[in-house]
């Protein structure tokens, strides 16, 4: 049975009584459009995706690897997430060993002491990964370790994924260590069994003696089965947004807490055993297997173009680089990393690209200049941001530089000393601020000004802001109420696409599970093994999958129906989108102005619920979108639209 046939059933009928005259008997709002020509075009930019390390969105999220603290640098004290395996005679204790480093990035190893162990009494140590380890049916798993032992237990590593329980799901062995440290390479691949997440990664000797770890990976299947890849089922619901742009690497991980904690992308480059990680502003350390050179081939791999922001010279304690000479230091590291996405491979840092495997240039049209600069207090940023901005325009004329202050700064305090190319505002706003503020807020805006990129937006249901102690509590993704305010604006911004040329929902990912988040509302929510699209998930991919190249001309009699209208140029097919966010239906009267005539058929993308329906884990598709045919279309004719409905009307026209 379809999940949500208990929310459709009444819908469907609700949707077919429009078609022969409309479900309500009030006067309907009439909806006018002006199909002969745009008024503007819709940037081909303006639907896209921006991500950072927050609620574990890479390490323990779209980053495929599944073992936490896995080269032993989580805390200074203990192997966080490391437990000793002993029993049946076996003993060993564990530590960290800063005395025995890998090499001058990974810098602490983990030391077994085995006191006792043999073939049938194995002792070792496991990793609980991010909150289990996914096993899966008739799956390979790749691991990979580097390993060294003392004389007396030169003996093998047996590597298996056992469940809690202690079901072996997969083995596998080494060939004997030595004393030197090597690299050892498996692969486990599991039969037949049910899916669980209540599993560890195990790795036991057989003989007593000393054996020094270090950087021990595990991953399942990646998206285009690179070795250190994304997860597979994550990377596809991006996809299936088909995004224009990626903004990264963040946000406020761009930053970091203070200057020696930003996002350093030079220690992000290169082979994994050569990055050291970092600590992230969101209370954990970040492993870095998420690089720039991975986020580069993670636009490409969306068929999107990169949206880089490099660090500015300010952090999130405050700490920041005066500009002049001071912040020429940053300005050159910026210029590198310019280098490494775009330059030749004749180039310094293009030589690079190639040799970390991708001799191609990137395309990138867009340069952001730090992250919410508003939270700089020393009033440095617009000094910083000339310094960047002309040595930029300088080197590489075709890029545009964005200025972070955006709406947050009253707008006497946008001037800068020299106009940005772009403006990144950020709005996240409740249900009743979104339904307010969108009506002719964007209409206002001078076209003659700088670009606008909505970076980072979201709406929340609640009556208190994400940043309040009280979300904690609330359920990690939005409910059906956020996703109609997140539509409305979203019409807001079509509108005027041709000022709002990029904008993105911000954060994109959460893991659900207890401790590995710290905000609410997140677009899409996981676990080790599931997945699911919020309702707000499912509206901006709606809106990201149907819209023309032109804006049309279009005026409601009742800003109750929120709508956006854009043609095709190639096809001509008018898309109409149209946001009830009351709870009973609305009639629209709906005209087609400029056209011979509409074609017989066309279609309808509705995703409608109840405000409070939600999708979880458990039920990820009880708020989804459903497409049905609407008949005997004229450029004349009513359509009711269900309570809290978001819809899409697609008009072939002749």
């Known amino acids: 049975m379809n999940p949500r046939s208990s929310l459709r059933f009444p819908r469907l009928l609700l949707l077919a009584c429009c078609l022969i005259g409309g ?49 032993f640098m989580d805390d200074a004290k203990v192997p966080v997430h490391w437990s000793v395996v002993q029993g049946n005679g076996s003993a060993a204790t564990m530590a ?22 043999t073939a049938d009494a194995p002792a070792g140590v496991a990793n609980d990964g991010y909150w289990g380890i996914p096993v899966k049916p ?26 809690d329980d202690g079901t072996v799901y997969a083995t596998a062995k080494t060939q004997p260590l030595t004393g030197e440290w090597e690299s050892y390479q498996l692969v486990l691949t599991t039969g037949k069994l049910a899916a669980t997440t209540k599993a560890k990664l195990v790795l036991t000797v057989e003989r007593p003696g000393s ?53 350093d ?83 310094k840092w293009g030589a690079q690209r190639a040799k970390d495997g991708h001799p191609a240039p990137f395309k990138l049209e867009y340069v952001e200049i730090g992250n919410e600069d508003f939270f700089d207090k020393s009033g440095s940023y617009d000094g910083r941001f000339k310094q960047f901005q002309e040595a930029i325009k300088g080197r590489y004329p075709k890029l545009k530089c964005i200025s972070t202050v955006g709406n947050e700064q009253p707008a006497d305090r946008r001037v800068h000393s020299i106009k940005p190319d772009v403006i990144d505002e950020h709005y996240y706003r409740s249900f009743d601020e979104f339904l307010k503020m969108t009506p002719g807020y964007y209409e206002k805006y001078d076209r003659k000004g700088p670009e606008v990129f ?20 609330e359920p990690k993704t939005p409910n059906m109420k956020a996703a109609l305010a997140d539509a409305v604006f979203m019409t807001g911004m079509e509108r005027n696409s041709d000022i709002v040329t990029m904008q993105c929902y911000a954060p994109l990912f959460v893991n659900i599970n207890p401790g590995a988040y710290q905000w609410r509302p997140n677009l899409i929510g996981y676990d080790a093994l599931r997945a699911y699209g919020s309702p707000s998930y499912h509206a901006i991919r709606m809106f990201s999958n149907h819209h023309g190249d032109g804006i049309l001309k279009a005026t409601v009699s009742d800003p109750a129906v929120h709508q956006s209208v854009t043609k095709d140029s190639k096809t001509g097919v008018v898309t109409v989108k149209m946001v009830n966010p009351k709870s009973e239906p609305q009639t629209v009267e ?65």
């Open 211 to 263: 054996t020094w770890f270090n950087l021990v990976s595990l991953f399942p299947p990646t998206w285009k089965d690179r070795p250190n890849g994304l997860r597979q089922d994550l990377m596809q619901m991006l996809v299936d947004m088909k995004p224009a742009f990626l903004r990264f690497p963040g946000g406020n991980y761009l930053e970091g807490d203070t200057i020696e904690t930003r996002f």
């Open 590 to 654: 709906i005209e087609v102005k400029g056209v011979r005539s509409l074609g017989d058929r066309a279609s309808a993308i509705t995703l409608a619920a109840a405000a409070e329906a939600t999708n979880t884990l458990d039920e990820p598709l009880k708020v989804a979108p459903m497409t049905t045919e609407v008949a005997d279309v004229k450029p004349l004719f009513t359509y009711t639209l269900p309570a809290d409905s978001i819809v899409i009307l697609e008009l072939p026209t002749r």
């Open 96 to 117: 960290l060993d800063p005395s025995q480093p890998f090499n001058e990035a990974l810098t602490t190893s983990l030391k077994l002491d085995t006191t006792a162990a």
């Open 23 to 71: 479900a309500n008997a009030a006067e309907p709002i009439k909806l006018t459009i002006e199909a002969a020509e745009p008024v503007a075009k819709v940037s081909p930019m303006h639907y896209g995706l921006m991500t950072e390390e927050i609620n574990h969105c890479y390490d323990g999220g779209l980053y495929a690897e599944l073992l936490q603290n896995r080269a």
């Open 138 to 163: 008739e799956t390979r798993y790749r691991v990979l370790f580097y390993a060294k032992a003392a004389q007396s237990a030169a003996g093998p590593v047996t590597v298996s994924i056992t469940g």
């Open 265 to 347: 992308w030079k220690k992000t480059i290169g082979p994994i055993p050569h990055r050291s990680g970092h600590q992230g502003p969101w209370g954990y350390r970040s492993t870095d297997g998420m690089g720039l050179m991975e986020f580069l081939q993670w636009s490409e791999d969306m068929n999107a173009v990169p949206v880089l922001a490099v660090y500015a010279g300010y952090s999130l304690k405050g700490e920041f680089v005066k500009p002049g000479k001071d912040l020429e230091l940053y300005v050159q590291d910026a210029f590198d990393e310019i280098e490494y996405v775009t330059g030749a491979i004749s180039s």
């Open 454 to 473: 909505v970076g980072e937006w979201a709406a929340y249901e609640t009556d208190f802001p994400p940043w309040d102690k009280r979300s904690r509590v």
